[in-house]
């Protein structure tokens, strides 16, 4: 299974050592180390050694201290300095430690205590990083499956025209064989928007845009997205421009020329059959494009994250994609200074695109 | 003559299908439908009729579609052609009661050959697919002949949470299914998911699941 976690551990120590660096023990794997813990806890305040007439006292607080951290957060580290004070009093009431050895115990206390928080926050960004990496191994596996599946469909469907057009072939007219074709070539521009679609995702997070702002008609605009259409590839649809207010936009030809594609893509995707309809108008001192489809519309709780990258929606009909189209489009708006918003309709999906009005001076 | 209805959401595949299936002489196309409940709509009821479906549907996954025909009662002889290639997919399927099985890198020769297999009592499945259905039912057979192992082993390596997500591993559900079940969020669900698979020792959700049997977690008065 892809999704399945078998993330290979940073450090390339033992899974015992490594589960409890990440806080991940069994049931087992604590009890030992809390046996662990116990054992470290009997040494102290620590061990004396005798070189010569020399005499060294090595003060174990850290080593429980770690341990108790791993094993129980900062509470772990609380836990154990309140016991180790309480020790420490008790001992000098007892009489068995003099308060010089108090004062020199106290010391080391809040040194070890320094100590106790940087080892913490190391832990916690440890446990932090590992985290990320697993969500990270976990959206790539998602990914792989999302494109793994959006490309061998397509690939089937060609396989399988290829194959029905050379077995029908004799009994097939001139025009029929046309739209076979034009239904492989269909399946072929299906994959290769994909495709590039998601090498623009990956041009936008590896480089800022910079879009060149220049004053375009609204008009000229629409009308380009018109030409690139292909209305063979899509018999069941009709791509209607309707320019209710001509202006010029403030915008980078090329991004808005993109968004806009993507938008009627978007539609064309998720509309069975009906018309979408690229319409240009005013709206004060912004330039409003709108496009609207005639489909199955998109679901109230999936209104807030259709613009995020990779999402694809719990879509009614119609193909996903690789959910990198709405996102670009929110992208190339926010870049020109401009926006795009999900509007309401009786029927189907309306996405306006609001940019700058342009021939004003700046 | 062999009814089949397509239900994926690739247009260009439902049309595809719709005209190599209208070019065989013992085979009728009866519809397409883009979406789950379009497809059990249409499928309902209808006996003799092959449905060839995608897992990956808008509005509901394939083995839902499976189930929902399922507990209507008799419902079309179901067979997968999906484009993903996860053996938690294909027992799910098989367990809900699909009789077919096939990848999109097969041959439409071999989709037409399985709509006929169906409609005639056969099974077909994937020639992958078939290796990992052989495997699986080689170790639950050994996993049943021996005696159910002890769950306080469980419990000694999963917590009570992981232990209750296992069940219902074990029982089928899928991760949105268990976040409902158990009233907590997706994501809560696939860290339980892949703590368990760890702990376990075991790569995939199937192999969890048949420890899930093993430990005796899915017996059928749970």
């Known amino acids: ?362 | 003559m062999i009814e089949v209805i397509v239900a994926d959401d690739h247009k260009l595949v439902r049309q595809m299908l719709a005209s190599a299936i209208e070019n065989e002489d013992d085979m009728t196309f009866l519809g397409g439908a883009v979406n789950g409940s379009e497809a059990i709509s249409m499928a309902s009821g209808r006996q003799s009729c092959v449905l060839v479906l995608d897992m990956n549907l808008p509005d509901m996954t394939g083995v839902q579609v499976i189930r929902e025909l399922k507990s209507q009662g008799a419902g079309p002889k179901v067979l997968v052609l999906t484009a993903v290639e996860k053996e938690d997919a294909l027992f799910e399927s098989l367990a809900a009661g699909a009789k077919g099985y096939l990848l999109k890198d097969s041959d439409v020769e071999e989709v037409l050959t399985a709509i006929r297999d169906l409609h005639e009592g056969r099974a077909h499945l994937h020639s992958r697919s078939t290796l990992s259905v052989l495997n699986e039912f080689q170790k639950s057979r050994t996993q049943s002949t021996s005696p159910d192992k002890d769950p306080s082993e469980l419990t000694a390596l999963l917590t009570p949470r992981e232990i209750e997500v296992l069940k219902l591993i074990g029982h089928g559900f899928s991760n949105p299914e268990i976040a409902e079940k158990l009233f907590i969020s997706e994501k809560t669900v696939k860290t339980h998911v892949s703590n368990l698979l760890r702990r376990l020792n075991v790569k995939s959700r199937i192999a969890a699941a048949t420890r899930a049997v093993t430990y005796g977690l899915c017996k059928t008065d749970d």
């Open chain 1, 1 to 362: 299974m892809l999704v399945s976690m078998d993330l290979e551990t940073r450090l390339g120590l033992p899974n015992w050592i490594e589960n409890l660096l990440i806080g991940r023990l069994t049931k087992g794997q604590k009890t030992i180390w809390l046996a662990v813990l116990l054992g470290m806890l009997l040494l102290v305040p620590g061990v004396d050694y005798h070189i010569g007439r020399e005499s060294f006292h090595v003060n174990l607080y850290p080593f429980p201290i770690m341990l108790s951290i791993f094993l129980f957060g900062r509470l772990g580290l609380v836990s154990i300095l309140v016991l180790l004070s309480l020790y420490h009093v008790v001992q000098v009431r007892l009489g068995m430690e003099g308060q010089a050895v108090l004062i020199n115990n106290l010391a080391q206390f809040f040194l070890t205590l320094v100590i106790g928080l940087v080892c913490t926050s190391l832990v916690d960004a440890y446990r932090a990083l590992y985290e990320g990496e697993r969500d990270l191994a976990e959206s790539r596996n998602e990914l792989l499956m999302t494109l793994t599946h959006e490309l061998r469909s397509p690939l089937f469907a060609i396989r399988g025209i290829v194959r029905n057009l050379s077995r029908n072939i004799d009994k097939l007219s001139a025009e029929q064989v046309q739209v076979k074709l034009n239904e492989a070539q269909a399946a072929i521009a299906s994959i290769n928007r994909d495709v590039e679609g998601l090498s623009q995702v990956f041009r936008v997070d590896l480089q800022k845009i910079e879009p060149q702002l220049q004053d375009v008609p609204a008009s000229q605009l629409a009308q380009e997205v018109l030409k690139r259409h292909q209305p063979e590839f899509h018999p069941d649809h009709e791509l209607v421009v309707d320019i209710q207010a001509d202006c010029l936009v403030r915008c980078d030809p090329l991004l808005t020329q993109q968004l806009l594609d993507n938008l009627v893509l978007n539609s064309l995707r998720h509309t069975e059959r009906g018309k979408v309809v690229l319409s240009t108008q005013l709206s004060g001192e912004e330039v409003k494009l709108t496009v609207t489809d005639e489909g199955a519309g998109i679901p109230t709780e999936d209104r807030e994250r259709i613009f995020l990258r990779y999402d694809r929606g719990s879509r009614l009909t119609g193909e996903a994609g690789f959910g990198v189209g709405l996102y670009l489009v929110k992208i190339y708006c926010k870049a020109q200074d401009g926006r795009v918003e999900l509007e309401d309709t009786p029927v189907g999906t309306r996405f306006a695109v609001y940019l700058k009005k342009g021939g004003e001076s700046e």
